[in-house]
């Protein structure tokens, strides 16, 4: 944010890349506008006298995570930040946030869990994104693509089984029960990425043991069907 307000700051550019493949063309990359004296910000509003974080657009849900593909090249310390905020009649009703200071090199997926202070449905929020917490400005650079709740986009979105056999409860903790499935079956679970990441055997009680699994969003493909991909969230 420039020190006058007055002064339209720079801070975001169109990179030629999009990640995953297949998504699109273009990313956004953030990075500090040293003519302006600003820091490397990105955010859904655009009034930054309205500081700090006013309601920016509508929402009628409550979601459980902001999925987002990144990169961060930090100079001198900096640290990005990657920050919601939820209203309800115009009260701050949630607050999560993500920051790190480690270099990322590679387009990795980022899932933030979102916290909330009261049960309350929002109807609004706002979305902010950094590369600095002090000055100087530090020439830090964060590249971010593919903005979503709750799930990530992927290149070529799985085809899911809308028919039996059917996986409960979903999101899991622990385990996963099939219905409409007989046991013995041979099953593979990917990642967002698209990584096989576990070979397993359904027993005969119809249930798998999810207990290994990171947090986050899976899908399983049935060898002997021809469903497609199941897809699940591990608590």
Same mark, same amino acid.
């Given at each position: 944010?420039?020190?006058?307000?007055?002064?339209?700051?720079?801070?975001?550019?169109?990179?030629?890349?999009?990640?995953?493949?297949?998504?699109?063309?273009?990313?956004?990359?953030?990075?500090?506008?040293?003519?302006?004296?600003?820091?490397?910000?990105?955010?859904?509003?655009?009034?930054?006298?309205?500081?700090?974080?006013?309601?920016?657009?509508?929402?009628?849900?409550?979601?459980?995570?902001?999925?987002?593909?990144?990169?961060?090249?930090?100079?001198? &310390?900096?640290?990005?930040?990657?920050?919601?905020?939820?209203?309800?009649?115009?009260?701050?009703?949630?607050?999560?946030?993500?920051?790190?200071?480690?270099?990322?090199?590679?387009?990795?997926?980022?899932?933030?869990?979102?916290?909330?202070?009261?049960?309350?449905?929002?109807?609004?929020?706002?979305?902010?994104?950094?590369?600095?917490?002090?000055?100087?400005?530090?020439?830090?650079?964060?590249?971010?693509?593919?903005?979503?709740?709750?799930?990530?986009?992927?290149?070529?979105?799985?085809?899911?089984?809308?028919?039996?056999?059917?996986?409960?409860?979903?999101?899991?903790?622990?385990?996963?029960?099939?219905? &409409?499935?007989?046991?013995?079956?041979?099953?593979?679970?990917?990642?967002?990425?698209?990584?096989?990441?576990?070979?397993?055997?359904?027993?005969?009680?119809?249930?798998?043991?999810?207990?290994?699994?990171?947090?986050?969003?899976?899908?399983?493909?049935?060898?002997?069907?021809?469903?497609?991909?199941?897809?699940?969230?591990?608590?």
């Amino acid at each position: 944010m420039p020190r006058s307000c007055q002064i339209k700051s720079f801070s975001i550019e169109k990179n030629s890349e999009s990640y995953p493949a297949g998504t699109g063309s273009y990313s956004m990359v953030i990075k500090s506008d040293t003519i302006n004296d600003s820091n490397g910000i990105a955010s859904s509003f655009e009034n930054f006298a309205q500081w700090p974080f006013p309601p920016s657009f509508p929402i009628h849900y409550r979601p459980t995570s902001l999925c987002l593909y990144y990169k961060f090249f930090p100079q001198y &310390g900096d640290t990005m930040v990657v920050a919601c905020r939820f209203y309800k009649n115009g009260v701050l009703i949630g607050n999560p946030a993500y920051t790190s200071l480690n270099t990322v090199s590679n387009w990795t997926a980022l899932q933030i869990p979102m916290e909330y202070y009261t049960a309350e449905v929002p109807d609004s929020a706002t979305i902010l994104m950094t590369t600095f917490i002090t000055r100087p400005h530090n020439n830090s650079r964060l590249y971010v693509d593919n903005i979503s709740f709750d799930t990530f986009i992927l290149a070529e979105t799985p085809s899911v089984s809308s028919s039996v056999p059917e996986i409960y409860p979903n999101p899991s903790g622990d385990y996963l029960n099939f219905k &409409g499935l007989t046991g013995n079956q041979s099953l593979e679970v990917y990642d967002i990425s698209g990584r096989c990441i576990m070979h397993t055997v359904l027993g005969i009680n119809n249930r798998m043991d999810v207990r290994v699994l990171s947090s986050g969003l899976y899908f399983i493909k049935i060898k002997s069907s021809d469903n497609g991909l199941l897809k699940f969230i591990k608590n």
